[in-house]
């Protein structure tokens, strides 16, 4: 970094929020998974939407690229810099406004976490309709930018749909602010939804107006045991329907032998594959689900949880499936979107590729089948394998009428395989979007399309 772009960085963040240690920047430069890495130049941490605003017209006018990074979660090398780039980090943008009990919603900063989050709404009988198993750190801003999904989005849906207003940087140093009170808003164009899921490429959200939703006071949560993949997926078609539907988890049953020999937490059922449901409302759903689970071809009865307790423990299976597979080294990730038809084809095919390269590699598959929003992980495949499987894995999820990238993104690492899942009139549209808001393609250049 030039001596003039760092002055010019301190003049607006403050020496204290500009920084330039080679070993905090190594650090930043790595992916969640630990498998990319890129170069960063400095790391500024601006405390204001102008801040930001200001770092982002000085790096453009000094011709540097910008890397934003909120809670640096991404799975696709979303946040890597490939340019010896200024990193941008939102961290500094936590507040959290009080709630509004009326209309349902909060204000609050891109840099606040998702746990934090659900602390704010949850001390005044709300709940955010978004949930992550990396809560902590998962910052909101960066949720909003992928378009994340979740635990709840067979009931609430993804991040967009709990947006209603936002403030977002501009490549140009302008500010957006789009926030309305009134519920119906159709004057001109929808420009937050623009923002949602563009990855930051077209400008850096700061702050956000969340929907928030009253909390049901019954919950009822099942784990299920399948000896047949095509069973569970009929289950979970057939649940995503139901009024009520809170949840709906699939987990594959070697992750769920992963998690008992390294955590001592032992399966409630039996099964090669599980699915946890779950229901709320505002009054009792056991006896519905019940019903509903005695249409279902389970082998063995299911677990299940009626009081805090018990279902804090079901869930364990699935939330602690990141912790445990990351223990056995960084794990090689795909996150899919699949027709609900093509779940078993996928899961067999892959697990064949897998086995043709790294026979000793394991493959293990969860995440929402009522989407068909799944997350591959195979553990033990050497890094030098890798670009082989990954271009055959993407040519299976297109070949399965899938998209190559569901909740997590592009990134970096599937932009190769954009075509896959867009045609060539909708790329050069959205390339043209990015065009007119960053001219010089100097934010997030890394993301999203290939040079």
């Known amino acids: 970094m030039s001596s003039s772009l760092a002055a010019l960085l301190i003049e607006v963040v403050g020496s204290n929020h500009l920084v330039t240690d080679v070993d905090v920047l190594a650090g930043r ?22 801040e930001v605003a200001e770092v982002l017209r000085v790096c453009r006018d000094a011709g540097a690229h910008v890397t934003v990074q909120g809670g640096r979660t991404s799975l696709v090398a979303g946040a890597v810099p490939e340019h010896d780039d200024v ?7 936590s507040a959290i406004s009080d709630v509004d009990l009326l209309e349902r919603r909060v204000t609050v900063g891109a840099g606040a976490t998702l746990a934090a989050v659900q602390a704010a709404v949850a001390r005044v009988g709300l709940e955010f309709g978004v949930d992550l198993a990396a809560r902590d750190t998962a910052t909101v801003g960066g949720m909003a930018s992928t378009n994340a999904g979740g635990l709840r989005t067979v009931r609430y849906g993804n991040m967009g749909e709990q947006v209603v207003g936002l403030d977002v940087a501009l490549p140009d140093g302008s500010l957006l602010r789009r926030h309305s009170r009134v519920r119906s808003d159709n004057t001109g164009y929808d420009l937050p939804s623009l923002f949602v899921g563009a990855e930051g490429t077209l400008g850096v959200i700061t702050a956000l107006d969340l929907r928030l939703h009253p909390v049901p ?5 099942a784990v299920c045991g399948f000896a047949d993949l095509d069973a ?4 979970g078609r057939m649940f995503a329907e139901v009024d009520g539907i809170a949840a709906l988890e699939l987990i594959d049953g070697r992750g769920v032998a992963l998690t008992g020999e390294r955590l001592g937490v032992s399966a409630p059922v039996s099964g090669d594959w599980l699915l946890l449901v779950e229901l709320a409302a505002d009054h009792d759903q056991t006896e519905r689900l019940a019903g509903l689970l005695g249409d279902v071809r389970l082998c063995g009865e299911p677990a299940v949880g009626v009081d805090s307790v018990a279902q804090q423990r079901l869930w364990r299976i699935r939330e602690s499936l990141t912790e445990v597979l990351a223990a056995y080294g960084p794990p090689l990730k795909f996150d899919v979107s699949l027709p609900l038809s ?3 084809r996928f899961a067999r095919d892959a697990v064949a590729l897998i086995g043709d390269r790294v026979p000793e590699a394991l493959p293990v598959l969860f995440g929402h089948v009522g989407e068909g929003n799944l997350h ?7 890094a030098e394998h890798e670009p082989a499987l990954y271009a055959e894995m993407m040519e299976l999820i297109a070949g ?8 997590h993104g592009v990134g970096t690492v599937k932009r190769p395989y954009l075509g896959m899942s867009r045609q060539t009139a909708d790329i050069a549209a959205m390339q043209a979007v990015k065009s007119a808001l960053d001219p010089t393609g100097y934010l997030n250049a890394a993301v999203l399309f290939s040079r």
């Open 29 to 50: 430069s790595v992916d969640h998974t630990g498998r990319y890495r890129g170069k960063a130049s400095a790391l500024a941490r601006p405390g204001s939407a102008e």
């Open 87 to 93: 990193l941008l980090s939102t961290e500094r943008l």
């Open 217 to 221: 006071s019954h919950r009822v949560t």
């Open 232 to 235: 569970l997926v009929e289950a």
């Open 342 to 344: 093509a779940v078993r």
């Open 376 to 382: 591959l992980n195979v553990l033990g495949f050497p």
């Open 400 to 407: 399965c009428g899938g998209n190559v990238s569901s909740e």
